[in-house]
């Protein structure tokens, strides 16, 4: 789901209330929110498409700044411009490419990842949950409407904290694992290994961590289950000796 838009109001706020109300309430509130005519990831294409025919860069950048978070890849927005070349203006591909260098950094991890993980794409650093992370871990939206699913991939010996996800009703988490190795470990419970077509079912208020063995990429699909008042709450992290003699066992 979009974040709620507060960027005019910041900028423009003083100067210009009633740009910044439309920009933020009407243009962002209602259009952009409209995700089940048209998904966050496609506007953000449309979006950047208009902005770079037009020329508008400050506004490109801040729109490849929003596609990013709607899951638009830096390979897809670097094949995006290739082709917006041939009809807008060859020189506009050469200004765009360095602000899609800025915004998805120099080093996106591809380089060391194995290829074909699965058919589901990888997307990019899971930098907003990091803190919640040991070691990397990549994120990438599959669906934003109906039910959300992501595809997580987890380096080796990557795993999230203890965490809870809450709700008064119906909630809770599903993980369909795809690739690799990995582990699913409840409070209280011994650790489950996953290997690819597994299927954990995760209740609304159980404790639990996941992530890959110490020697294996892992990769699962995560379902958020909906429900009312639906949280995560982020504990502790897995600890490390407990995690290790894990994988000991494993080999
Ligand atoms: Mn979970």
Redesign the pocket.
């Known amino acids: 789901m979009a974040k709620k838009q507060t960027a005019g109001r910041d900028n423009l706020g003083r100067l210009a209330p009633k740009f910044a109300q439309l920009n933020d309430d009407v243009l962002f509130g209602e259009v952009w929110s409209r995700e089940e005519e048209l998904s966050l990831r496609d506007r953000s294409l449309a979006t950047i498409a208009a902005l770079f025919s037009a020329g508008l860069y400050p506004q490109l950048k801040s729109h490849l700044v929003l596609g990013k978070e709607h899951g638009v890849t830096r390979q897809e927005a670097v094949e995006l411009v290739t082709q917006l070349a041939f009809y807008c203006g060859w020189p506009k591909a050469w200004s765009t490419f360095p602000l899609i260098q800025e915004v998805y950094g120099e080093d996106s991890g591809e380089t060391n990842r194995p290829t074909g993980l699965s058919a589901f794409p990888v997307g990019e650093k899971n930098d907003s949950f990091a803190q919640y992370f040991i070691g990397q871990s990549y994120l990438a939206p599959l669906s934003t409407q109906q039910v959300p699913v992501f595809n997580v991939t987890f380096e080796p010996g990557c795993r999230?904290n203890w965490?809870i996800?809450h709700a008064s009703s119906g909630g809770g988490?599903m993980?369909i694992c795809v690739s690799g190795r990995g582990w699913y470990q409840e409070w209280g419970q011994e650790a489950r290994q996953l290997h690819p077509g597994d299927v954990v079912n995760?209740p609304a208020g159980v404790k639990?961590?996941?992530g890959a063995a110490q020697d294996s990429w892992f990769q699962h699909l995560?379902i958020e289950v909906p429900g009312t008042e639906a949280r995560?709450e982020w504990c502790e992290p897995v600890d490390e000796e407990q995690y290790s003699s894990l994988c000991s066992r494993l080999l």
């Open positions: 999230n965490h996800h988490q993980l995760i639990h961590w996941h995560a995560t």
